[in-house]
């Protein structure tokens, strides 16, 4: 079955920081001339939608903000679902996609994205005492990753911030990003199935495993966050495993001329 639709992890995957992946650009523009549609669907909590749009855009990639769907804006929509009034641990450019505190209302929720410089004591403990206000008040994470991929190495996730906020409250969080189902069911094209759309990230687990479990097929690719030890660890392996996005790309193209 050929694919006619391609879901792209961002950081590690296109980019690491700014630079590009090698040949990622002119790589992205060949899998559009192909007629494969694509999506880029990211974990990334530090930055606004807008914010990784122009960062894409002036290292070299052709885009448009309505192609990324990130978790940033799928928690953005639980909050305004379920009427929260949070306690945000995210930083000042992620904070915009998200509304406006309520100060009428007391806090009766906590989001936590990747916010180095709001994990300190302080607003941790800050945390902890808005989720022990109230039993219904809810811990949710934008995601729970365990690290991601800088120019200067690998470095510590949210993830084990969303799980110390649990171990000291006795919450359990609401996972909105990747490997959630909900997440990679959103991100597909209405009109398409999930077998005829490929997943291409760096993350064994979040990006392939999660998507695999949709039924999309997954490709995952040796830079950014890439570990040999997660990818021994997945029970399923993935669809195919290529050296960067380029030859995932080369790798769709060759699988729709079969």
């Not at 894409?56 to 885009?63: A, N, T, V």
């Not at 800050?126 to 934008?142: D, G, P, R, S």
Request: charged residues 20%; contains cysteine; proline residues 5%.
């Amino acid at each position: 079955m050929s694919i006619k639709a391609a879901l792209i992890d961002l950081s590690g995957t296109l980019h690491v920081e700014d630079d590009p992946t090698p040949n990622a650009p002119v790589a992205l523009q060949r899998l559009r001339d192909s007629g494969v549609s694509v999506r880029f669907v990211t974990n990334t909590t530090k930055d606004s939608k807008s914010t990784l749009f122009e960062r894409l855009s002036k290292i070299g990639f052709q885009l448009e903000i309505s192609e990324i769907y990130s978790s940033l804006s799928a928690a953005a929509t639980f909050v305004l679902n379920e009427k929260l009034n949070p306690f945000y641990l995210l930083t000042s450019d992620a904070r915009k996609d998200f509304p406006e505190e309520d100060t009428s209302r007391p806090l009766d929720s906590v989001v936590v994205g990747l916010a180095p410089n709001a994990f300190d004591y302080d607003h941790m403990n800050k945390a902890f005492n808005v989720l022990l206000q109230e039993k219904t008040h809810k811990l949710v994470a934008v995601h729970q990753g365990k690290y991601y991929k800088r120019a200067d190495g690998l470095a510590l996730g949210p993830g084990c911030f969303v799980k110390g906020l649990e171990y000291a409250t006795g919450s359990t969080a609401t996972i909105i990003g990747k490997p959630n189902r909900f997440f990679f069911q959103s991100a597909l094209p209405a009109s398409l199935r999930p077998e005829e759309c490929v997943m291409i990230g760096d993350d064994a687990n979040d990006d392939i495993a999660g998507a695999m479990k949709v039924g999309l097929q997954g490709v995952l690719v040796k830079t950014g966050k890439f570990l040999p030890d997660a990818l021994a660890a997945m029970s399923t392996p993935p669809t195919a495993v290529v050296t960067n996005f380029s030859e995932a790309v080369d790798w769709v193209l060759c699988k729709n001329r079969s």
